[in-house]
């Protein structure tokens, strides 16, 4: 067979064209393949993109004005003053003098209670109370006695020394004259000398003395004023059975029934003061730090402002919120009742230019830290880093991040905690 691979002069090599090449058709193949994939990649959205309804975002402009610096409180009416009631002994609840939502004055009957053992134990303690005072009695007068007594001696010894220097002077003249000798006159003498001596001798006992029985009679008084003391208290234990009103006022929480037993101690209700009011506030935490005390308020009470100010903070936060109290500035409005609530606006600072944004659900959404910015074709928005500074229930102020005239998004209602970029359907619905 002859070789094919042989040519003749008569034969001719045929060459393909370059384009019908294989290695040219695997390398166009490539390219246009690379060009389809960045095609694409030129059409998917970034990273982190989430497409959402139009209609499920609010959008409002970042504009420049004045920012009040406020916050919106719902008030409730609180009595200025509140009155506990509290049981004074331990018993059980024998009748009642009043009942809850009356209006008592200072001091009234409220309930009686029983309890006979304190009873006995109060009227054993007032007896041996008594026995005590008795026995200090006794010994005050023992003391008054035996200290009149010495001044007694003292008065006899005295009288008896005058006497006794009457009757030497009269003799002391026959003596001088020479009627009589010495024998006659030296009973006398003798007699002026021992009852000056033993009148010296008395006054010196009562001065030596005086302090030891001042001390005495200081310690027996005391000891009298104590018991005095324990008897007048004694004596209350026994009223301590009444329960009475503290204060004058309208009487709350009083819920006992007969034969109820209480505890020493035991809260049995309030009263409240019945003709002047305050009102009481919650607080977001987040305030808490430019809270103070004189604060201006203004309550809308049936239509009206009256002015307030900011008496109480507590301190203590229950849910993510703090209590105020607040004061009426003038004359509170009449007909007020415990429990009525009104809008407050408190006052935070003095109303200040600042470029803003409205208060919605963005500040929740985001915590405040990003927002999310429309771009020019109304048709995307990209999360931006943002510093807000103070806010109120109507705008928040922006320190930095946005520029005034910029549209944001201000609520999504969808959970895009995560997303960077917003596409928003115009054609979808919720």
């Known amino acids: 067979m002859p070789d094919s691979t042989n040519f003749t002069s008569m034969d001719r090599r045929v060459v393909r064209p370059v384009w019908k090449r294989r290695k040219t058709l695997l390398g166009a193949g490539a390219v246009v393949a690379v060009l389809a994939i960045g095609g694409i990649a030129l059409t998917l959205p970034a990273s982190g993109t989430v497409a959402v309804p139009a209609s499920s975002v609010d959008i409002a402009q970042a504009k420049r004005g004045p920012f009040q610096d406020f916050l919106a409180l719902r008030g409730e009416v609180i009595p200025m003053q509140t009155f506990l009631i509290a049981a004074p002994a331990a018993g059980r609840v024998a009748s009642l003098s009043a009942a809850d939502g009356e209006t008592v004055a200072a001091g009234a009957k409220l ?74 006159i030296k009973p006398y003498a003798n007699e002026v000398a021992y009852q000056r001596t033993k009148l010296a001798q008395l006054k010196a006992i009562q001065t030596a003395q005086a302090p030891t029985l001042a001390g005495q009679k200081r310690q027996i008084e005391a000891t009298a004023s104590g018991l005095k003391r324990n008897l007048t208290e004694l004596t209350e234990g026994l009223q301590a059975l009444t329960v009475t009103a503290p204060a004058s006022g309208r009487l709350t929480g009083f819920t006992l029934k007969p034969g109820q037993a209480v505890k020493e101690g035991d809260s049995l209700g309030e009263i409240d003061s019945g003709d002047s009011f305050r009102l009481k506030a919650l607080v977001d935490e987040y305030f808490a730090a430019r809270l103070k005390t004189g604060l201006k308020a203004i309550a809308i009470i049936n239509g009206k402002p009256y002015p307030l100010t900011l008496s109480k903070i507590y301190q203590q936060v229950a849910e993510g919120r703090v209590t105020v109290e607040l004061d009426f500035a003038g004359a509170a409005p009449a007909g007020l009742q415990p429990g009525q ?26 915590g405040g830290n990003s927002i999310f910015v429309l771009a020019a074709d109304g ?21 930095g991040g946005l520029v005034a005239g910029e549209r944001v998004l201000t609520a999504t209602r969808l959970d895009h905690t995560d997303a960077l970029h917003l596409t928003l359907n115009k054609g979808n619905r919720e």
């Open 111 to 184: 309930a009686i209670l029983s309890n006979s053992d304190y009873a006995l134990s109060i009227t054993g303690r007032q007896a041996e109370v008594l026995v005590q005072m008795s026995q200090a009695n006794t010994e005050m007068i023992n003391l008054n006695h035996s200290e009149a007594e010495a001044q007694t001696l003292i008065d006899d010894t005295d009288y008896a020394l005058h006497k006794a220097e009457l009757e030497f002077e009269k003799r002391e003249e026959l003596y001088r004259d020479g009627i009589v000798n010495d024998a006659y």
């Open 341 to 366: 609530t009104m809008d407050v606006k408190l006052s935070l600072g003095d109303t200040a230019e600042a470029l803003l944004v409205p208060n919605g659900a963005w500040l929740r959404e985001t």
């Open 379 to 399: 048709e995307h928005a990209d999360r931006r880093e943002v510093s807000i500074g103070r806010r109120n229930p109507d705008s928040i102020e922006i320190l």
